[in-house]
């Protein structure tokens, strides 16, 4: 067996340059296969999972899928507020297990402002259990303190301590109207997490209602609304009646979402890009498929030869297709090999390239489960297109006899 | 085993509905013999062989090869019969052009064929074949680049490394002048005497068949 496989080897080898152009298009189809599959992952996770272990998320009664938007991406504009009294009541729900606050704002320059407390730094999650970290510096304190996301900091060249004038309104340059009156200061940078976190500049509840007061007062700040909180429950078993009851409260018109199910919605109305992506990239892979059954066509009529002197030397008919078979083993095989290393390559060169939304933490090299069955379907395509061949060959090597007839 | 290697009695081959092309009434090949097979260019020599070789089935009549019965047995035991038994050489040799000379003397081997010997045996018979054939300082060499009569030499031993119970030679002289056509016969001649094979060496070349033990006229058969 050891010597069968290394004389198809040396057969190949024989004819190396089109060989080598099938190898080559069978790694480009692989790569493209698994650079798209492993981006549509990453993409699908990192939105998916933008925020996790909030059971609801709590606005003014509108759209799900606004909601979620302004809440969730800090994209578009909350049409109305939560009172801060409602805010209130549902966070003394005994039901509840903590809240963090929200109320998306201006924009610093292109970043939109969001005012939080305490509670977001504490217990905001997203991909699962990463909690937000700071690179330097710490959460906002007092007053007049901002923290940083990982982009905003960098984009902006803002060191810890740097002050900073907020604008009114979201602008993407400089804000008409500036809040010359209200200067802050850098307390904290966060790490990056790959999600829309990184995009956005923190402080505090109080500083975001000072803003727009003509005179702020010198005591404590009131605060009247905020746009939206995440809401953690005590017991999962109690999220739809929360939810129901929020929805049904009668002092305010409240909406209660689940993050996660609009997420994943949302991700399957936006699916239709992927379907295409998918579509080309298998429409790729057909394609090398039929080069790969090109290639042992045209070499057939010397294969023949090849073939009928190994059946007088002794081999039977099922090892001569077998040899045929285990040709395109060997091609594929290589191409595979060469298409997940560009495909990783691939994948670090177009990663960053994929947007704000979608971050790309890390890569592995390892093939995960499903695409270890994306490759094995190409390698079990050519093992199924290298039959056409082999049993061709091996009809005409048992017409043929001794020698090869026309 | 019976003394003889091939036994035909009222042979005929066919294509489907075309006339019969070879038609045998009684042959024998006995155990050492070496046969000249001589008759024209299309008179079915190479047919003949390949019938023999288990390559072909005949459409009707006996065929008894080293004691199977051709006529009865299916593709697959003929495969085996051919493996483990008989050795061809051919005209243009046959040589792979991608495997070096001793990966084409070995070839059989690499192709599933085994027999009593272990792998020790079977290395110190072929570096002795190679010695004797005077091709042992060409073992790495790759075949295309071995001149006519090295090449005549290799395929010599590949077809006797296997020491085969029969030999099939198609026209192995054919391409060859007169000194080496001799000498190449008689390394198979003595090869032949060595590992007591048996013979057919198809020929149109008549001046050869003095030196066979006898001379089959293919024609007489029709």
């Known amino acids: ?406 | 085993m019976n003394s003889s290697i091939i036994q035909i009695e009222n042979l005929t081959f066919q294509y489907d509905q075309s006339p019969p092309i070879l038609k045998v009434s009684k042959f024998e090949l006995k155990r050492g013999e070496k046969i000249f097979l001589a008759g024209p260019s299309g008179s079915g020599k190479t047919t003949f062989l390949e019938l023999v070789a288990g390559l072909l089935n005949p459409t009707s009549g006996l065929l008894r090869v080293l004691d199977e019965d051709f006529s009865a047995q299916n593709t697959h035991h003929k495969d085996l019969v051919r493996k483990k038994w008989m050795s061809f050489i051919f005209q243009s040799f046959n040589l792979v052009p991608y495997l070096s000379v001793e990966e084409n003397i070995r070839l059989p081997f690499w192709l599933g064929f085994r027999d009593e010997r272990g792998d020790e045996q079977i290395t110190k018979d072929f570096e002795h074949l190679i010695k004797g054939l005077d091709i042992a300082s060409l073992q790495h060499k790759k075949v295309m680049e071995l001149s006519f009569g090295q090449s005549q030499r290799v395929a010599a031993a590949r077809a006797f490394l296997k020491r085969p119970k029969l030999l099939l030679a198609d026209e192995p002289t054919s391409a060859l002048d007169s000194d080496r056509r001799q000498d190449f016969l008689e390394i198979l001649f003595d090869l032949a005497k060595n590992f007591e094979t048996s013979m057919i060496f198809v020929s149109h070349d008549r001046s050869l068949e003095s030196q066979f033990d006898r001379i089959v006229e293919i024609g007489e058969w029709k």
Request: proline residues 3%.
């Open chain 1, 1 to 406: 067996m050891k010597n069968f496989i290394l004389i198809s080897w040396k057969s190949l080898l024989n004819r190396s340059f089109v060989v080598g152009l099938t190898i080559t298009c069978i790694a480009l189809s692989t790569a493209l296969l698994l650079t798209l599959e492993k981006i549509k992952d990453t993409a699908e996770g990192a939105f998916t999972q933008t925020v996790s272990q909030v059971d609801l998320l709590v606005g003014a009664r509108s759209g799900q899928l606004q909601l979620l938007l302004f809440t969730v991406f800090n994209m578009g504009q909350p049409t109305n507020n939560v009172s801060w009294e409602s805010y209130q009541y549902w966070k003394k729900n005994p039901a509840v297990d903590w809240t963090i606050p929200y109320s998306l704002g201006d924009s610093f320059r292109g970043f939109r402002t969001v005012a939080t407390d305490e509670n977001f730094f504490e217990h905001y999650r997203y991909k699962g259990n990463h909690s937000i970290q700071f690179k330097e510096g710490k959460p906002f304190e007092k007053m007049s303190e901002v923290v940083l996301g990982a982009d905003a900091a960098a984009e902006l060249g803002l060191h810890l301590g740097a002050k900073a004038i907020i604008t009114h309104g979201v602008t993407q340059g400089v804000g008409f109207e500036h809040h010359d009156g209200h200067p802050f200061h850098v307390c904290g940078i966060l790490k990056k997490t790959g999600t829309a976190v990184d995009r956005a500049v923190y402080f505090s509840l109080e500083d975001m209602e000072a803003m727009h007061m003509e005179h702020p007062p010198k005591g404590p700040v009131p605060i009247h609304d905020i746009t939206s909180f995440f809401l953690r429950t005590k017991n999962r078993i109690e999220v739809l009646k929360l939810q129901r009851d929020i929805n049904d409260y009668s002092k305010e018109p409240l909406m209660a979402v689940i993050p996660g199910m609009v997420l994943s919605e949302l991700w399957k109305n936006l699916s239709y890009f992927e379907v295409l992506l998918k579509g080309i990239s298998w429409i790729v892979a057909g394609f090398s498929l039929i080069t790969l059954l090109l290639m042992m066509l045209s070499s057939l009529e010397n294969r023949r030869r090849e073939m009928t002197l190994f059946r007088t030397l002794g081999a039977h008919l099922s090892q001569i297709a077998s040899f045929l078979v285990l040709e395109a083993v060997w091609v594929s095989g290589v191409g595979i090999l060469i298409g997940w290393f560009l495909s990783r390559v691939g994948f670090l060169v177009l990663g960053p390239l994929m947007g704000d939304i979608v971050g790309v933490d890390s890569i592995s090299w390892g093939l995960l489960p499903h695409e270890i069955l994306l490759v094995s379907f190409i390698l079990v395509g050519s093992i199924l297109i290298s039959l056409i061949p082999a049993v061709k060959v091996s009809r005409q090597v048992l017409k043929d006899g001794l020698t090869v007839k026309s």
